[in-house]
């Protein structure tokens, strides 16, 4: 079965149809109301989100926190690939919201420096 566009369209300007002005401005109201309380829904929903962003504690990006949760200085001296790859789990720009990435990218970037300068000097004391 077919259907004529033209033939509604014609129909609908000929007159002949009719719609009840009551009841469109009805519709209309309500439809307004609905976009209303959607609006204020979404506005809410974002202001909850925003405030849930806020709370949430930044972890430090002080390097000497960041080395006290590393424990670098534990005796005897850590599996520095370890210890980065278990850092790396909880503090990954990858593996963390949107709103922290930047943090984490730069927790990550002190946390491999202090690796790194620690494992030098490992191995600089190995070699005494």
Do not use: C, W
Not at 57 to 72: F, Q, R, Y
Not at 76 to 95: E, I, M, V
């Amino acid at each position: 079965m077919s259907f004529d566009y033209l033939a509604v369209a014609d129909e609908l300007h000929s007159g002949r149809i009719r719609l009840a002005g009551e009841a469109v401005e009805a519709e209309y109201r309500e439809a307004a109301t609905l976009e209303q309380e959607l609006a204020a829904i979404l506005a809410e929903a974002h202001a909850d989100k925003a405030q849930e962003r806020a709370q949430t504690d930044l972890p430090p990006a002080d390097p000497a926190a960041i080395a006290v949760e590393l424990a670098l200085d534990a005796d005897p001296a850590p599996d520095f690939g370890q210890l980065r790859r278990a850092f790396a789990l909880r503090n990954h720009p990858d593996r963390v919201p949107p709103h922290l990435r930047e943090r984490a990218l730069a927790r990550m970037q002190i946390a491999n420096r202090l690796i790194d300068d620690a494992r030098r000097k490992a191995l600089a004391k190995a070699k005494r």
